[in-house]
């Protein structure tokens, strides 16, 4: 298949989890690919997740806020960028509903800057990185469509509805050529240690308690990074403008099942469970139909759950030194709100 193709690349957020490993498998797999990397490296974004790419001839780093459109607008056009891949966001649900305001700040607010920023200087595709949070929850049966109702319902998934909604006002009002991709939710290296599964290992690691919110029967859709990275890409190359793309692997657990997953992976007993206060306003189920991307784009999911859920034990058993560093004290006074 071949269609659009991607030169110089602007990626917002690839000091983060799925952007670093975006960024890494870019480079790996388009070799006439050049890449700047911008990100405001908040408690989420850490360098030591491309450490290994700084010296790489294709690859930048410039440290930036996307809601800086000038700066932004400066370095489209210095650098002649033609596609931005946009991941960068307050991305945690909890975080969200300690405090909201950065939410909206970045990811409405730095949204309709970079989308600004991107029609000025006439980039020929925006990638419009979302989730299958903005659908809101499912009961027992269903899955989401790219045609079910937005119905977002923690401040996070809200605010990514928002970004959502203004990359879609850009491409019908202006024509910007604006690439929508939703995915579930994601598990692999370098993902921040507040998330389900970085989480739990290294609180198996450490043989704490770990706290599971309510019955622990809320259902996820997990998927590998990778997989998503490859469908973002598809996305980018194969995508139409104003199209919406959902990204999943069909693989749904309910979180008790993924936590003893888990322990037994780490060699921990399923007594360090600890059944907590159930998260406000947590979203019963997720399950993403993907059947679009999949027939559109040429993409499919490659990773297999089980060697995949080992492997990211693995990472994080052998990259302590990582994970370490990436907890900060900031994270630290976080969990213990
Ligand atoms: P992350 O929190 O690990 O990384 C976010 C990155 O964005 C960090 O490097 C951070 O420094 C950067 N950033 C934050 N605010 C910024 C700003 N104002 N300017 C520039 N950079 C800023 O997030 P992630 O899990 O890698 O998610 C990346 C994207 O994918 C997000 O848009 C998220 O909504 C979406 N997504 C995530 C998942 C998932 O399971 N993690 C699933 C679907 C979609
Ligand atoms: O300590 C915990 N205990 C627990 O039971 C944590 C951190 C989570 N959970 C539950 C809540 C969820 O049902 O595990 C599930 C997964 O939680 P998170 O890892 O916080 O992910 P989620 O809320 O599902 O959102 C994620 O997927 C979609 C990402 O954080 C989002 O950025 C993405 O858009």
């Given at each position: 298949?071949?269609?659009y193709e991607?030169k110089?690349?602007?990626?917002?957020?690839?000091?983060?989890f799925i952007g670093?490993?975006?960024?890494?498998h870019?480079l790996?797999?388009r070799s006439?690919v050049?890449?700047?990397?911008?990100?405001?490296l908040?408690?989420?974004?850490?360098?030591?997740?491309?450490?290994?790419l700084?010296?790489?001839p294709?690859?930048?780093?410039?440290?930036g806020d996307?809601?800086?459109?000038?700066?932004?607008a400066?370095l489209?056009?210095?650098h002649?960028i033609d596609t931005?891949i946009?991941f960068?966001?307050?991305?945690?649900?909890?975080?969200?509903?300690?405090?909201?305001a950065?939410?909206v700040?970045?990811?409405?607010?730095?949204t309709?800057s970079?989308l600004?920023?991107a029609?000025?200087c006439g980039?020929?595709?925006?990638?419009?990185?979302s989730?299958?949070?903005v659908y809101?929850?499912?009961?027992?049966?269903?899955?989401?469509?790219?045609s079910?109702?937005l119905?977002?319902?923690?401040?996070?998934s809200?605010?990514?509805?928002?970004?959502?909604?203004?990359a879609?006002?850009?491409?019908?009002?202006?024509?910007l050529?604006?690439v929508t991709?939703?995915c579930s939710?994601?598990?692999?290296?370098?993902?921040f240690?507040?998330?389900?599964?970085p989480?739990?290992i290294?609180?198996?690691?450490?043989?704490?308690?770990?706290p599971?919110?309510?019955?622990?029967?809320?259902?996820?859709?997990?998927?590998?990074?990778l997989?998503?990275c490859?469908?973002?890409?598809a996305?980018?190359?194969?995508?139409?403008?104003?199209?919406?793309?959902?990204?999943?692997?069909?693989?749904?657990w309910?979180?008790i099942?993924?936590?003893?997953?888990?322990?037994h992976?780490?060699?921990?007993?399923e007594?360090l469970?600890?059944?907590v206060?159930d998260?406000?306003g947590?979203?019963?189920?997720?399950?993403?139909d993907?059947?679009k991307s999949?027939?559109?784009?040429?993409?499919?999911?490659?990773?297999?759950?089980?060697?995949g859920?080992?492997e990211?034990?693995?990472?994080?058993?052998?990259?302590t030194?990582w994970?370490?560093?990436?907890?900060?004290?900031e994270?630290q006074?976080y969990?213990e709100?």
């Amino acid at each position: 298949m071949s269609g659009y193709e991607i030169k110089k690349v602007f990626v917002t957020g690839g000091a983060g989890f799925i952007g670093s490993n975006f960024v890494r498998h870019l480079l790996e797999i388009r070799s006439e690919v050049n890449l700047i990397n911008y990100d405001a490296l908040t408690y989420a974004g850490n360098l030591e997740s491309t450490a290994d790419l700084t010296d790489h001839p294709r690859y930048t780093f410039v440290h930036g806020d996307i809601c800086d459109g000038e700066k932004v607008a400066g370095l489209l056009k210095d650098h002649k960028i033609d596609t931005i891949i946009h991941f960068a966001a307050e991305s945690h649900v909890d975080r969200s509903i300690l405090s909201g305001a950065e939410f909206v700040r970045t990811n409405v607010g730095g949204t309709q800057s970079l989308l600004e920023a991107a029609l000025k200087c006439g980039v020929s595709r925006f990638v419009q990185v979302s989730t299958d949070e903005v659908y809101g929850s499912l009961g027992e049966t269903g899955q989401f469509t790219e045609s079910t109702p937005l119905a977002p319902n923690s401040p996070y998934s809200a605010s990514k509805a928002g970004a959502d909604l203004l990359a879609r006002s850009y491409y019908h009002t202006f024509g910007l050529p604006v690439v929508t991709t939703r995915c579930s939710n994601n598990y692999g290296p370098y993902q921040f240690p507040e998330k389900l599964i970085p989480l739990m290992i290294i609180k198996a690691m450490r043989d704490e308690r770990l706290p599971v919110y309510g019955d622990g029967m809320n259902v996820r859709d997990w998927i590998h990074v990778l997989d998503h990275c490859d469908a973002v890409l598809a996305a980018a190359e194969m995508g139409l403008p104003g199209e919406i793309y959902n990204i999943g692997s069909s693989n749904e657990w309910p979180n008790i099942e993924i936590v003893k997953r888990l322990l037994h992976h780490v060699g921990k007993p399923e007594s360090l469970v600890q059944y907590v206060k159930d998260r406000p306003g947590h979203d019963r189920r997720y399950a993403i139909d993907s059947t679009k991307s999949r027939r559109e784009l040429g993409w499919a999911p490659k990773v297999n759950f089980d060697q995949g859920l080992a492997e990211t034990v693995q990472w994080y058993l052998d990259n302590t030194t990582w994970w370490e560093n990436v907890m900060s004290e900031e994270t630290q006074n976080y969990s213990e709100q």
